[in-house]
């Protein structure tokens, strides 16, 4: 059995104090003036947000929210993990395994891992509490990264030997969102102790492709939806490498590379990304890439995941078998197909679909996402 060590994050000061000044170096004349989200990220917005950066931004206080939660490290197959387990309350908590994605890190569940471990203290049930179990992804923020790129079926594996070896759980439900929500596929889809899956993505594909005109239309729509998103997909699916020189020389430019994302994947209000996400949200998951070195090493996943095999879940037209809920946010990058293109992938026993969000659910609705996995989970008694 892997030993479980207790976990601190301790960012030295000359850490932060190197990111500060690179910030406040920034050449900014040398970058043209296009206004408009269309071209990337906006460059007025970019220096608003590298000026509070500057000179509001505290990442002792981000810091500090995270180690108010119960962390840990543990060797995992010679990879070691690091992960929040927030255990819950009353007599019977069920295990949950939440798994973040790319650009995001285990921040992202900071507004949802108390409620769902705890939901008596939000007016809740404790009879719905969970023991929550949020690990950063291998190669991302505070865990080791592998010797080379690993995809999602790989990371499916090691974290279900965290959970049965590690923590000793027999049984476990998994959420995920991003690459969280390949990796709950593959643990619902390899591994026995996973009963459960909830996941507020599609990220896999069947063998037979789309069958009838409307999963035809939405194949269509797909593709060409996603043509203005497939830039970075391609850089960090085949050459990540060459692209981290440069982003791990500047944290202007991993900021401007994440923030274009959560602009343009999240559900904004007059495509204002505040009326989502807090400058301080941002700033402090952009620094978990920052103060760990990691950009590079968290790209890998998209290069890992090409060498697996894709999207493809199974050559022989397998599904998940063990009971699957999905959770439909509107603005999701990613839309969703018709259900009955997902029940060929999927068990599906729980289908919902909300009237805002966008892909990352945790931060934009986390009321709504918490609401979702518990009536899942009672649907499962």
Same mark, same amino acid.
């Given at each position: 059995?892997?030993?479980?060590?207790?976990?601190?994050?301790?960012?030295?000061?000359?850490?932060?104090?190197?990111?500060?000044?690179?910030?406040?170096?920034?050449?900014?004349?040398?970058?043209?003036?296009?206004?408009?989200?269309?071209?990337?990220?906006?460059?007025?917005?970019?220096?608003?947000?590298?000026?509070?950066?500057?000179?509001?931004?505290?990442?002792?206080? !981000?810091?500090?929210?995270?180690?108010?939660?119960?962390?840990?490290?543990?060797?995992?197959?010679?990879?070691?993990?690091?992960?929040? !387990?927030?255990?819950?309350?009353?007599?019977?908590?069920?295990?949950?395994?939440?798994?973040?994605?790319?650009?995001?890190?285990?921040?992202?569940?900071?507004?949802?891992?108390?409620?769902?471990? !705890?939901?008596?203290?939000?007016?809740?049930?404790?009879?719905?509490?969970?023991?929550?179990?949020?690990?950063?992804?291998?190669?991302?923020?505070?865990?080791?990264?592998?010797?080379?790129?690993?995809?999602?079926?790989?990371?499916?594996?090691?974290?279900?030997?965290?959970?049965?070896?590690?923590?000793?759980?027999?049984?476990?439900?998994?959420?995920?969102?991003?690459?969280?929500?390949?990796?709950?596929?593959?643990?619902?889809?390899?591994?026995?102790?996973?009963?459960?899956?909830?996941?507020?993505?599609?990220?896999?594909?069947?063998?037979?492709?789309?069958?009838?005109?409307?999963?035809?239309?939405?194949?269509?729509?797909?593709?060409?939806?996603?043509?203005?998103?497939?830039?970075?997909?391609?850089?960090?699916?085949?050459?990540?490498?060459?692209?981290?020189?440069?982003?791990?020389?500047?944290?202007?430019?991993?900021?401007?590379?994440?923030?274009?994302?959560?602009?343009?994947?999240?559900?904004?209000?007059?495509?204002?990304?505040?009326?989502?996400?807090?400058?301080?949200?941002?700033?402090?998951?952009?620094?978990?890439?920052?103060?760990?070195?990691?950009?590079?090493?968290?790209?890998?996943?998209?290069?890992?995941?090409?060498?697996?095999?894709?999207?493809?879940?199974?050559?022989?037209?397998?599904?998940?078998?063990?009971?699957?809920?999905?959770?439909?946010?509107?603005?999701?990058?990613?839309?969703?197909?018709?259900?009955?293109?997902?029940?060929?992938?999927?068990?599906?026993?729980?289908?919902?679909?909300?009237?805002?969000?966008? !892909?990352?659910?945790?931060?934009?609705?986390?009321?709504?996402?918490?609401?979702?996995?518990?009536?899942?989970?009672?649907?499962?008694?």
């Amino acid at each position: 059995m892997s030993q479980v060590k207790p976990f601190k994050i301790n960012v030295p000061e000359d850490k932060l104090i190197s990111i500060q000044q690179r910030v406040a170096d920034f050449p900014w004349r040398q970058i043209p003036e296009l206004e408009d989200w269309e071209y990337g990220s906006n460059i007025d917005y970019m220096r608003e947000l590298c000026d509070y950066w500057i000179n509001h931004f505290d990442w002792r206080v !981000h810091e500090a929210k995270c180690n108010a939660f119960n962390q840990f490290v543990a060797d995992v197959d010679g990879i070691e993990l690091h992960f929040i !387990h927030e255990r819950g309350s009353g007599t019977n908590p069920k295990a949950l395994l939440l798994s973040h994605g790319w650009p995001g890190s285990v921040l992202e569940f900071k507004n949802i891992i108390e409620p769902l471990a !705890h939901p008596e203290r939000f007016g809740g049930k404790v009879e719905d509490a969970f023991d929550v179990i949020a690990p950063s992804l291998p190669g991302f923020g505070f865990s080791a990264a592998p010797e080379r790129p690993i995809g999602p079926r790989r990371m499916a594996e090691l974290f279900n030997c965290l959970m049965t070896e590690a923590l000793g759980y027999k049984s476990y439900i998994a959420q995920g969102g991003d690459w969280g929500g390949a990796i709950c596929s593959w643990l619902g889809y390899e591994h026995s102790a996973c009963s459960a899956i909830h996941i507020n993505i599609l990220t896999m594909r069947h063998r037979d492709g789309p069958q009838g005109p409307d999963e035809i239309a939405w194949a269509n729509k797909f593709d060409r939806d996603q043509i203005m998103q497939d830039g970075y997909r391609t850089q960090q699916a085949t050459k990540p490498q060459t692209l981290s020189y440069a982003m791990m020389d500047s944290p202007v430019g991993v900021a401007a590379w994440i923030t274009e994302k959560f602009h343009g994947w999240s559900d904004l209000d007059n495509n204002h990304i505040e009326s989502v996400h807090s400058k301080d949200d941002l700033l402090a998951n952009i620094m978990v890439y920052l103060v760990t070195d990691t950009f590079c090493t968290a790209s890998w996943i998209y290069f890992g995941r090409r060498e697996e095999g894709g999207r493809l879940l199974s050559e022989q037209g397998k599904r998940v078998e063990v009971p699957v809920a999905a959770a439909l946010f509107p603005a999701e990058m990613l839309a969703w197909p018709p259900r009955s293109y997902v029940e060929r992938i999927y068990n599906i026993q729980h289908w919902t679909e909300f009237k805002r969000g966008g !892909h990352f659910a945790a931060m934009e609705q986390p009321e709504s996402l918490v609401q979702d996995i518990r009536d899942f989970s009672r649907s499962l008694a």
